[in-house]
Every structure is written in structure tokens, then in C-alpha cells.
């Protein structure tokens, strides 16, 4: 098993641009989430999607739009890109929304000028 | 989610425990305790959890106080590769973790 995997790992991008941030997992998983890290901080939720077909807000969900395109897939869009979202995004996954244990991918570092 | 307090940074010498403190004094009947650690850059790795009975895995042991105000997550015998960020969260529902900036435990020859 891959685990949950993301794409790209690096991109950089200008202010103004858009990209959508993918992230896949193949331990059929129900629940998915997106995260980001700013240096030096801890992690902060941005979107969590307890189900398939469902959708919540985080901590920090200006600014992103997300869609769970299936149970495996979990994407997260910037429509117009800032220089403070550059950050580390993490995508995540757990068996079921609630006292499971998220496992976590390898992240994206995203740079916006 | 009641928030969380642990250390900034800690060291410990290869071979001997870890005891890494974490001060929940308003967490709620209903939430969990959980632990994460990040090693460099890479992605959170799940340790351990429990509510309130102290917990045991292959990794760690999590002891939590009676009143449940504060826990230690104990490594046993701790190696280099456990130099990392460890996170200490509290949560009724599992998906919104406010994981705070842990504390960086640096494991010493």
C-alpha cells in the first residue's frame, strides 16, 4: 500500500494563480483532510471531509475550496493564490471520522510570489 | 477541543526514557488525548491515544492523571530516530485537531 500520496510535492506559483493540490489514498478510508504548516507552527485544519459527499470548514478554510472527487480523492483549490498561503499542505486520512488515528502524507511545499 | 501546554523543548540521552509533559487542565468528559509526532519536515505520525486508563502500544505509553488535567507520553528507550516535534492534542470528535507547536525532543548520544 502507498498510503495516502500528494501531488506535486513542490510548486511554486505568482500571486494571482490558481492550482488544485491532489491527494489519494488506497486504505479505503472514509474520512480525508487538508492541512497546512507554516515554519515554526503547528499544524492547522483547513477542510475535513467526514464522508464521501460531505464537506466541513476548519481552522483556516479562507481562501481554499476543496472536493472529495471519491472516497480515494481529496483535492484542494486555490483559486487565486497569495503570498501568505505559502506554506507545507498536508493531506490526510482516517478510517472513520472520529477516535481513529489520521495518517498522514509526505506534503506539498507550496511558495507563492 | 479544550487547547494544550507542553514544554517547548526537551532533551534526553539514547537509552533512557522519555517523559514528555502535557497540560490539558479544561479538557471535557467526552474528549480524547492524543499524541503525534513530526520527524524534519515530514508528515505527522500517529503514537498513541486514550480517554482516561493509561495506554500502551509498541511506540509509547500514555499515563493520564487521575482529574485527566495533564498526561506524559513515556518512550521507553528512546533512540535518535525519535528526535522529533511531538504533539499533544485533545478531541472529542477526531477531526479537529488544534495540534499547537508541540514540544522538539532531541535524543543526545
Known amino acids: 500500500n502507498a498510503g495516502v500520496t500528494q501531488t506535486p510535492k513542490f510548486q511554486v506559483l505568482k500571486t494571482g494563480q490558481s492550482m488544485t493540490l491532489q491527494c489519494a489514498q488506497d486504505?479505503?478510508?472514509?474520512?480525508m483532510y487538508w492541512y497546512r504548516q507554516d515554519p515554526g507552527m503547528g499544524l492547522r485544519l483547513i477542510y475535513y471531509s467526514a464522508s464521501e459527499g460531505t464537506t466541513d470548514k476548519g481552522e483556516v478554510p479562507n481562501g481554499y475550496n476543496v472536493s472529495r472527487l471519491n472516497k480515494r480523492e481529496f483535492s484542494l483549490r486555490l483559486e487565486s493564490a497569495a503570498p501568505s498561503q505559502t506554506s507545507v499542505y498536508f493531506c490526510?486520512?482516517?478510517?472513520?471520522?472520529?477516535?481513529?488515528?489520521?495518517?498522514f502524507g509526505p506534503g506539498t511545499r507550496l511558495t507563492v510570489t | 477541543d479544550a487547547k494544550t501546554t507542553q514544554p517547548p523543548s526537551m532533551d534526553c540521552a539514547e537509552g533512557r526514557a522519555a517523559n514528555l509533559p502535557c497540560n490539558h487542565s479544561t479538557i471535557s468528559g467526552n474528549e480524547y488525548v492524543y499524541w503525534y509526532r513530526q520527524i524534519h519536515s515530514q508528515g505527522p505520525q500517529y503514537i498513541i491515544h486514550g480517554l482516561k486508563n493509561n495506554e500502551t502500544n509498541e511506540m509509547a505509553s500514555l499515563i493520564i492523571t487521575e482529574d485527566r488535567k495533564s498526561s506524559t507520553l513515556i518512550l521507553p528507550h528512546a533512540t535518535l530516530r525519535d528526535t522529533a516535534v511531538y504533539y499533544c492534542i485533545v478531541s472529542s470528535t477526531g477531526n479537529q485537531f488544534y495540534f499547537g507547536t508541540g514540544t522538539s525532543l532531541t535524543v543526545i548520544p
Open positions: 490526510a486520512s482516517s478510517e472513520v471520522s472520529g477516535r481513529y488515528e489520521q495518517y
Open positions: 486504505m479505503n478510508h472514509n474520512s
